[in-house]
């Protein structure tokens, strides 16, 4: 068994097996990192570049990370400190980091479709650590495998994913997946953040009153505002979009139910969600960053090169 | 295909290998049995059912080792991993590491390798039903040996359990 692609561009070119595939063995590789030495040499014989154009805490150090618990070699690319500021392309960048002999690419970058331009040149295989308002598949796995852990299964789970779904990668990838993988989605927000067509589009719901959302899932996965890629005004004011949008204890425990809070960081306290959330009993937020390792590790193991 | 076990004389080979386990190692005391994933955890099983007959069950520290990710031909083919389950220390452990046969030792060595993630054991023995002695690539012997049989790489050992295949038997194969 083996994954059917060559590259994890995105979920939209996944199909069941080959989630299913992936959440398998980083159930797997969880196991691993429970151990008292948490590294196996699966990849030793594999050399990864992390190409970052765009800025990341949690999922640049969660692939590193990764990549060294599978004993690969690890090559590290920030924008800042790199010739891209004296003007090269992408491409070039990427065809002489390759001549060192380098095996797999992982790459975030701003422009959406940028891993799928360079699969299109490069021998090596790509993985998308978050293209613009595109994709960000490992993402949208890890957040699977958590909620599987949590409640056991993914199909008929209901999940709302809510907040900024026009400007989210993480939305678009969990939707794409949760509804191959059998998952009820409802989208919440203000309408002016949320795509017309997606319903139609993506075999989603769509609700603009967030209590409603929250009393019928059994998941709330909340997104980030992401001002930086809004260039003109969406809603009023922060302030505003938190008294209408925002995540509060109170509110979840009016509810009078179980739910399951997650986010995939970094989270804008007090605007998307209250700090009594984050930090508080519904969350398993940091358990998403736990899983991410292991789902990583997983991407990168069915990934590495091999003769076929 | 030629018999290699009966269902009876595999039946007595299992007791007896748990029977030579436990000579060397009384009452089980500071050693864990460990199974090798997928195939050895049949026989290891068995074993440790035997083992449970004769010493207190609960002395007895029983594990399950799947070695995907230690592999030496990752480059060429991809392997889905199984379950490890190893929920103790196996510092200054004397290790017994189970498998069904020994071939070319390849698995052994990747299993030395990852035992090691679980501690330094002051000692490893290897038990195995069928040891295929000519075929080895690697320098590794076992301590507890069910059948030595002589066979040409053409040649396949197929180990059947009952619960899994319906019958219960060692044959090999001529392809």
């Known amino acids: 068994m083996k994954l059917s692609t060559k590259h994890l561009l995105g979920i939209k070119d996944l199909n069941r097996e080959d989630i299913q595939l992936i959440l398998s063995t980083a159930e797997q590789f969880k196991e691993v990192l429970q151990r008292p030495v948490k590294k196996v040499p699966s990849l030793r014989d594999i050399t990864i570049v992390n190409l970052f154009y765009e800025n990341s805490t949690r999922t640049r150090m969660s692939f590193e990370l990764a990549e060294r618990r599978l004993s690969a070699d690890v090559l590290n690319f920030a924008l800042s400190s790199s010739s891209s500021a004296k003007g090269e392309t992408l491409l070039d960048t990427v065809n002489n980091i390759l001549s060192m002999k380098v095996d797999m690419v992982v790459m975030r970058h701003s422009a959406s479709g940028a891993p799928h331009f360079l699969a299109k040149h490069i021998p090596a295989a790509i993985v998308n650590a978050g293209d613009g308002i595109n994709e960000h598949p490992t993402q949208a796995l890890l957040d699977a495998f958590s909620m599987r852990e949590k409640l056991g299964k993914l199909e008929g789970l209901k999940v709302a994913i809510i907040g900024d779904i026009m400007h989210s990668r993480v939305a678009l990838s969990n939707m794409y997946l949760l509804r191959k993988m059998g998952a009820e989605v409802v989208v919440a927000g203000p309408p002016t953040l949320i795509p017309k067509y997606i319903a139609e589009a993506l075999g989603v719901r769509v609700e603009y009153n967030l209590k409603k959302a929250l009393q019928w899932c059994d998941v709330a996965n909340v997104l980030r505002i992401q001002l930086e890629r809004q260039n003109q005004p969406l809603f009023s004011s922060l302030r505003e979009y938190n008294l209408a949008y925002g995540i509060k204890r109170k509110l979840l425990e009016s509810l009078g139910k179980e739910i399951v809070i997650m986010h995939p960081g970094p989270i804008n306290r007090g605007v998307e969600m209250d700090s009594d959330v984050a930090d508080g009993p519904y969350s398993i937020i940091l358990n998403q960053v736990e899983n991410g390792v292991a789902v990583r590790m997983a991407v990168l193991y069915l990934l590495a090169n091999r003769e076929n | ?175």
């Open chain 2, 1 to 175: 295909m030629k018999t290699i076990l009966s269902e009876q004389q595999l039946a007595l080979t299992v007791k007896r290998l748990a029977h030579q386990i436990l000579e060397n190692n009384l009452s089980l005391t500071n050693t864990s049995i460990i199974g090798l994933q997928p195939r050895g955890v049949w026989l290891s099983n068995r074993i440790v059912q035997e083992l449970k007959k004769l010493v207190e069950p609960s002395a007895i520290e029983y594990g399950k080792l799947d070695i995907t990710f230690y592999r030496d031909d990752v480059r060429k083919s991809l392997h889905i991993a199984n379950a490890t389950d190893i929920p103790f220390s196996l510092e200054n452990k004397k290790v017994v590491l189970i498998d069904d046969v020994l071939y070319t030792g390849r698995t052994i060595r990747a299993a030395l390798d990852a035992l090691l993630a679980f501690g330094r054991p002051s000692k490893v023995t290897l038990c195995v039903l069928v040891d295929r002695r000519f075929n080895r690539e690697l320098p590794i012997q076992p301590d507890y040996t069910g059948k030595t049989i002589d066979t040409i790489i053409s040649q396949k050992v197929i180990v059947n359990w009952k619960e899994r295949d319906g019958s219960e038997e060692v044959i090999l194969l001529d392809s």
